[in-house]
C-alpha cells in the first residue's frame, strides 16, 4: 500500500514522503478500508510542523480526514460489509489503506458524495459543537472571523438550521456573495488593522441585539477584535492558530464588560461529551450530507503521491476551497480529479 509517513517535524511539504508499505489484512474484530478521498487541514500542517496539540510517534502518517470503502471484513465482525463507505475517525488518513475496528468507523449511507464525506468528520462537527458551548435561541446572534473555512462555512449552516443568525468576518470581498447564498445574515469584509472599526461596524448593524458569542480562528489582534464587537458577558471562543499570533484581548472588555475568553478543541469536546451527543451530532451531519447541505468547495485534488504539491498548495492563502488527496478507489467518485 502507499502511505504518506514523516519522521520529523518542519516545511511540511519537504519533510513528507510518500513510501511503499505491506498491504494490511482484516484480523479478527478488524476490516480493511481502501481509502478514497482525504482532505488536507490546517491541522495537519500544524502536525507536521510540530505545533499542534499532540505529539506523534515516527514514523507518523498525518491526516485527519478521510473516507473510503470497506475492501475486506475479518472474522467476528458485524455491521460492516464489503463496499460500505466509512470515515475513519482515528486519524492518520493519508495512505491507500487501513486496518480499523468497526467502532473506530463511521458508517455511512452507499449514495453519499465521496468529497464531501472526506471533509465530514472536523470541521462541520466543530461549527456543530461549537454552537453547544453557551444556551442559544433562535433569533441569537454569533459572530465569526475567518467565515469562508470550512468550519465558518458549517457554522453558518448549523446555525441557520436552528434560526440562530451570524456575523460573518472575512478579510477579502471574495467570499462575501458564496457565504450570502449559503445563508449568512451579515457578511463584513474587514482586514483586521483596526479591531474598534470591526465594534462599531457590528454595533451599527445590530443596535441593541448584542452578539452572545463568537469564534476566532486567527488568534493576535483578531481575538481582541470579537473580544470589541460581542455583547458585555459575551464569550469569545478560540478555536484556531491561523496568525501564528498569541491572541490579544484589550482588559478592558475583560474586566469593564464581563467578556470571557475560552479554547476549544474538538478531541477535548469529544473526550468530554457522552457517546449520544456525538451519535446525534454525526446523524445530523450525515443528513445534511446525503441532502446537499454540506457544501465545502473544492479547489483541486491531488493523487497521494503528489502529496508535496498538494500541501504546498493547501499552505497557499485565498484558496476557493480545499486541497483533497485521491487515490484510484475515487475512481466514479462526484468530480473528476483535476490534478492527475
Ligand atoms: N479547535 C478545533 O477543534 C478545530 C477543528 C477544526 C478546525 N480548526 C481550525 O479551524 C480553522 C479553520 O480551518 P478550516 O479547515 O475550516 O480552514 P480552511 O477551509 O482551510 O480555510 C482557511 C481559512 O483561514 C483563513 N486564513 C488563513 N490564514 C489567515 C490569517 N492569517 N488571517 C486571517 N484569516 C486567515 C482563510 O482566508 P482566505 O480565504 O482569505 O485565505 C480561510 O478562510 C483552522 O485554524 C483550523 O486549525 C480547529
Redesign the pocket.
Known sequence: MRVVEIDRFGNPAEVVRCVDRPDPVAGDGKVVVRMAVMSI???DL?MIEGRYGEQPTFPFVPGTEGVGRVESVGPNVTGLAVGDPVVPLAGSCWRDRLVARPEALIRLPSDVPLDQAAMLK??PA?AEAMLTLVPLEPGDWVMQ????????RNVIVAARAQGIRTVNV???P??VSDLEGLGADIVIVDD?SDPARLASAVGEVLGDAGVKLAFD??GGT?TNALAGAVAPSGLVVN??????EPCQVDPYHLVFRDVHVR?????T?FAEADRSAIAALYARLIERLQSGGLT?PVEARYRLDDIAAALDH?AR???S??ILLVTDAAAGADQPADQF
Not at 239 to 244: I, Q, V
Open positions: 487541514n490546517p491541522a500544524l472536523a470541521n466543530t472571523n475567518a467565515a469562508n473555512s470550512a468550519v465558518g472575512v478579510r477579502r471574495g467570499p483586521g480562528a486567527i483578531a478555536y484556531g492558530l491561523l496568525s501564528g479554547g476549544f478543541w474538538l478531541r469536546w465545502t493547501a492563502p485565498h484558496r476551497g480545499k
